[in-house]
């Protein structure tokens, strides 16, 4: 088995959302030793929200999303996940920005799991295949995804779930 690697999102890191935001609560997540970091772009689906990309051309790729909460819900002060609501009222609303699409028929699992007291609504998807782990903190939504090929996704499905897993707001 390859190496691991833990990437965190540096403490100054600017990123395109918007004047009058708190800065980005830094966030983690393990990728196999590979995955490289790739430049966003405001072009990108998901535009100025994207915050970072990653990508294996063996294994798959990861995005990050950072959108405000507002956008989802009318919450003031800290965000929590279960304040914008439950797992399938949350994929419902932002599933269709992860995936160009609606996701109706298209969930296979959710799961809620909880880590130093902050939760985490895991969500895997077909077609296409993608893992989506979201949290909120801060007056923010954070959506992490990972995504591949359906070659990508058989060979590597468990390297795949293991970095979704591996997502935390620190």
Known sequence: MTGWRQ?????????GHGVGWSPIIPYSFKVPDGW??????????????????????????LFVIVAPVRRFA????????EMIGPPDKVISAFGP???????????????VAEHSGRKYYQFELEPPHVLITATAAGNRLYLFNVTGSGLQWKRHYKDL??????????
């Not at 990437?7 to 990123?15: E, F, I, L, T, V």
């Not at 966003?40 to 790729?61: C, N, Q, W």
């Not at 779930?161 to 620190?170: E, L, M, N, W, Y």
């Open 161 to 170: 779930k293991q970095i979704a897993d591996s997502f935390r707001v620190v």
């Open 36 to 61: 490289q970091e790739v430049p966003v772009s405001i072009a990108d689906l998901g535009g100025t929200e994207i915050d970072l990309r990653f990508a294996s051309s063996k294994e798959g790729r």
């Open 7 to 15: 990437y965190r999102r540096p403490d100054d890191k600017s990123g």
């Open 97 to 111: 920005e992860v995936i160009g699409e609606n996701v109706e028929g298209k969930v296979l699992s959710m799961e």
């Open 74 to 81: 009318d919450i003031e002060g800290e965000a929590e996940i």
